[in-house]
């Protein structure tokens, strides 16, 4: 730490030279008209076909083997046991 300034002083020097960067960001961005997306007209879905085992078995095995400690049901796991799993699995995925 720099000699002859307390903690406190270098603490408030920091806090104001970060501040001093976004008041800087946020009055070069005040300049900006505000953006507004293009409207698009998106169709509604009233009504889903059932996927049947068959076409739930090809998605599957084309998903990717990654996962993570946070998925429920690793890609590998069920890949593993997909000849249980599918009924349970596309009975999910066709609830409405």
Known sequence: MPE???ATVI???????FLNKINKIRDALASFEKFTPD?????CFGMFEELTQDEMRKIINHL???????????TKVLTS????????????????
């Open 4 to 6: 002859g300034e307390s």
């Open 11 to 17: 603490a408030e020097k920091f806090a104001d030279h």
């Open 39 to 43: 409207h698009k007209e998106v169709p």
């Open 64 to 74: 990717q083997t990654k996962s993570c400690e946070l998925d429920s049901l690793p």
């Open 81 to 96: 046991f997909l000849n249980a799993l599918l009924p349970f699995v596309t009975k999910l995925v066709n609830l409405y």
